[in-house]
């Protein structure tokens, strides 16, 4: 049964002004976050719902994703042959990977509707219960409003921080995170700020003689070569994960060699069944595996939760820090993502203030 496509723009309003290294810091950052929704729906009122969330990082916008959408013929997808559906979408150029993702989660969300079960356990995926704590991330901004959001973060339960660096005042923003949550532990993401591998030596050995830091993600920009990510490796004393380092599963091998783990995320890869392959490549290579996420609704994150099995370490935290957050999926109690209660179905529901 072929589809209809339908997509809308909806803007996610930020709960409090989000910057990370880079453009967005030295602008003072944004409090809005446009991202794309999509429906899928067949001629017997079977659905499903899609996000496309466009990072201006990977030089996507509302206007790239629309643009891919506007391409799609959607009488060439259906719910019952994810294989070909696919294969359709994959064939379509230019390639805008955060609206074939949107595409993926609603074709993976109809298939399982349709099959009355939840999206992991349509991939033959288990979702345990009780093990899955996301970190929640602080953006880059005074120490006084960082050891703020710190100790809201903590005060709502939080343990695991993820802290915004790659500016001058790094080194106070983290004094007062750190005395701001003394029980929490942090990961710090610096967004390839660090431009060269002495200085990023140099801000890890800083970080790690705190004694509270998990591990660091992106210190340099990806464009480095191999030779001084290994450098780094050799030498850092604290793990070192590749972000922007990790489009797709096509980077495992390279990431192997330069990093000790990587971070997935739904919009790099095209969806649910990229972020699949690359988290299993990943592990098959002995790398750790985090979740991560952009600014994005429940949609997004639910579906990234869906893979959480495959993981060492979660960031899906993009729907913590919107305030019109249009769904409603799983759960996120003190930091633990859970299913329990969530939908008899998908884990995803639509919540009454979505427009779609
Ligand atoms: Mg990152």
Known sequence: ??????????????????????ASAAVGGKRVHPVVLVRLEDSRGGFGLGEASPSTQYHETVATVSRFLSLVDASKLSF?????????????RPMSPPARCALDLALLDGAARAAGVPVHR???????????????????????????????????????????????????????????????????????????????LDHIRHL??????????????????????????????????????????????????????????????GGITGA????????????????????????LITAAAHLADLTDYLDLDGNLLIRNDPFTGVNCTAGLLGFDGVSPLTGLRVAERADL
């Open 1 to 22: 049964m072929s589809l209809r496509l339908s997509h809308q723009p909806f803007d996610l309003q930020l709960r409090n002004r989000w910057a990370i290294s880079g």
């Open 80 to 92: 019952e042959d994810l294989a070909s559906s696919a294969a359709y979408l994959d064939s379509i």
């Open 122 to 200: 349509f991939l033959g995926l288990e979702f345990t219960e009780g093990r899955h704590r996301t970190s929640f991330s602080l953006g880059i901004d005074t120490p006084e409003v960082m050891a703020q959001k710190a100790a809201d973060a903590v005060a709502d339960g939080m343990r695991l921080l993820k802290v915004k660096v790659g500016v001058a005042s790094d080194r106070e923003n983290l004094a007062a995170v750190l005395g701001a949550a003394p029980e929490a532990t942090l990961r710090v993401d610096a967004n390839a700020a660090w431009t060269s591998r002495e200085e990023a």
């Open 208 to 269: 790690a003689a705190t004694g509270r830091v998990e591990f660091v993600e992106q210190p340099m920009p990806p464009t480095l070569p191999d030779a001084d990510w290994i450098w780094l490796k050799e030498r850092s004393p604290l793990p070192v994960l590749g972000d922007e380092l990790y489009q797709t599963w096509e980077d495992a091998a390279r990431c192997a060699r330069c990093v000790h783990g990587v971070n997935v995320k739904l919009v790099k890869t």
């Open 276 to 299: 699949r392959i690359a988290l299993e490549s990943a592990r098959a290579l002995g790398l750790k595996t985090m979740l991560g996420c952009m600014i994005e609704s429940s949609l």
